[in-house]
């Protein structure tokens, strides 16, 4: 496994070794220094660290806080880094706050792995306790963001060289397909209420999409970034986003797993409020039937996920202990989830 | 064996969140990596200690609720490959009460359910209907039996 505290320039030297890239990145540059090197907690399908790029330039020292992320040796999903990339760069400066991509590397020679740097969104929070106080400001910033995202048009944003194509009849197919696959690969004992879920989801398949969107696949409580006053930042954690259909993320986003104990979504919004914000914002309408498919389906690919997590961890690819956590918790949560959307519920 | 597992995970994870956890703080800074994965480690450890006093327990008690279903089922299948060996399974016992065993037998059991699943689903009659409400049921108790409350279960 790859060092987590690389500060100080622990063993395998990645504070100098980050350093001797960017001094190639910046030949303008000189006294390129990496600071304070550390790893953030998360983020299963990178690891992520925060530093401090130190040079200096024209006569000046200059400062900037960055983000490294970069490939683990095992990953909770198997995800393009180069399509992440290109999400961050293609919406920065939209209506879509993210932060500044910089630097794609995918070589593995170079920091074992392959990896990019982004700038960092410095002390904003992202957590559902932290979320709850700051709801009713958040409530349209979240949904409309997300509406934003629906909306956007794929080309006009260069994303479909990088995305695969996808017609609106065959959105539900290939992402039902893939995670079904998921399970298949990685389930480490039977999974019957998962099954279940694919085969139903198989004899009742959804509308073709309104529109074929960006989805970012991920958009839920942990994944935005937002100040003390409640002003949503950052949008971040692409790594998933391909295009589909734009009510997958809708879905993706009331997921009872990240819902509070007293049932709103995120954590901050009723289900109404959420689906009310987004419609206005995307322009498009979320058929009640078409989105009760979507959230079931959002239900099997998060099984998918926990499944491939504490397979992950067992295999001893990725010993990050949030995997085994994520298998235990996760899972159970899931099917509980799946079991209400389909009728039936845990007492 | 004394003292219990139990009780030792208690005084283990106490250790670490009264002690470790405060400590790679004051060394490191409060967010670090490190000292959030100690965090991890001691929720995981809460929920070794539930799952330790009833892993043999709720594998046995689903063992028999399937074996019990799956005596019943043949008849709502008819014959076929299928049918026996839900007869078969129906039949066997779990001799063997290591963890390791009960969830390999476990495993079994639960791979035939969903077989018997997607039968049950095909079939249009009032007995295939009553044996796919029980066969919810026994989805919806297994996900109870595997619920821990102790990482706050919702």
């Known amino acids: 496994m790859a060092d987590d505290s690389a500060g100080a320039d622990g063993a395998s030297g990645l504070e100098s070794r980050l350093a001797a890239y960017l001094a190639e990145k910046l030949p303008d540059a000189s006294d390129v220094r990496v600071d304070g090197l550390e790893r953030i907690f998360g983020g299963a399908s990178r690891e992520t660290y925060r530093f401090v790029l130190r040079t200096h330039r024209d006569g000046e020292d200059e400062s900037r806080r960055l983000i490294l992320r970069r490939d683990p040796p095992g990953s909770l999903i198997e995800t393009d880094r180069a399509v992440e990339y290109a999400a961050y760069r293609a919406f920065y400066g939209t209506a879509v706050p993210v932060p500044e991509a910089l630097w794609l590397e995918e070589d593995g020679n170079r920091l074992d792995y392959p990896f990019f740097i982004m700038e960092e969104l410095a002390g904003l929070q992202s957590s559902a306790q932290a979320a709850a106080p700051h709801a009713a400001k958040l409530t349209p910033q979240k949904w409309s963001i ?32 893939y995670w079904e696959n998921e399970i298949d690969r990685h389930e480490l004992c039977p999974q019957p209420i998962a099954r279940a879920a694919i085969r139903w989801l198989r004899r009742h398949p959804p509308p073709p999409a309104q529109r074929v969107s960006v989805v970012h696949a991920d958009y839920r409580t942990g994944n935005y970034l937002f100040d003390e006053e409640g002003t949503i930042r950052g949008i971040l954690d692409w790594e998933m986003a391909h295009l589909g259909d734009p009510l997958e993320d809708l879905a993706w986003g009331l997921n009872p797993v990240w819902q509070s104990a007293d049932g ?63 298998g235990w918790l996760m899972g159970n949560r899931q099917d509980r989830a799946i079991l209400a959307a389909m009728g039936h519920h845990v007492s | 064996m004394k003292p219990d597992v139990g009780r030792l995970l208690e005084v283990a994870v106490g250790h670490l969140m009264g002690e470790t956890v405060p400590m790679i703080g004051r060394a490191y800074g409060h967010s670090v990596y490190e000292q959030s994965n100690v965090g991890v480690l001691g929720m995981m ?36 490959d299928v049918s026996e060996r839900l007869a078969a399974a129906a039949e ?22 969903i077989e018997l699943h997607a039968a049950v689903e095909e079939i249009d009659s009032p007995e295939a209907r009553t044996l796919e409400e029980e066969i919810w049921r026994e989805l919806a108790a297994s996900t109870r039996r595997r619920a821990l409350p102790t990482l706050g279960d919702t």
Do not use: Y
């Not at chain 1, 078409?290 to 998918?304: C, I, N, T």
């Not at chain 2, 066997?92 to 359910?113: H, K, Y």
């Open chain 1, 146 to 177: 997300l509406g934003e995202i629906s909306k956007a048009d794929p080309a006009a944003l260069g994303l479909d060289n990088v995305m695969a194509a996808v017609a609106a009849d065959e959105c539900w197919q290939r992402e039902l397909s």
């Open chain 1, 264 to 326: 709103r979504v995120g954590a901050i919004a009723t289900r109404e409020e959420a689906i009310s914000i987004w419609e206005e914002a995307s322009g498009l309408r979320a058929d009640p039937e078409a989105l009760h498919w979507w959230e079931l389906f959002s239900s099997v690919k998060g099984q998918a996920i926990w499944v491939s997590s504490a397979k992950e961890f067992t295999d001893g690819k990725n010993q990050d202990l949030i995997l085994a956590l994520a």
């Open chain 2, 45 to 80: 450890l809460l929920a070794v200690r539930h799952e330790h006093e009833r892993a043999a327990a709720r594998r046995v008690e689903e063992n028999q609720e399937l074996r019990r279903m799956f005596a019943r089922a043949g008849t709502v299948v008819g014959a076929g």
């Open chain 2, 92 to 113: 066997a016992e779990d001799t063997d009460l290591t963890v390791s065993a009960l969830e390999e037998s476990n495993a079994e059991l639960r791979g035939l359910l």
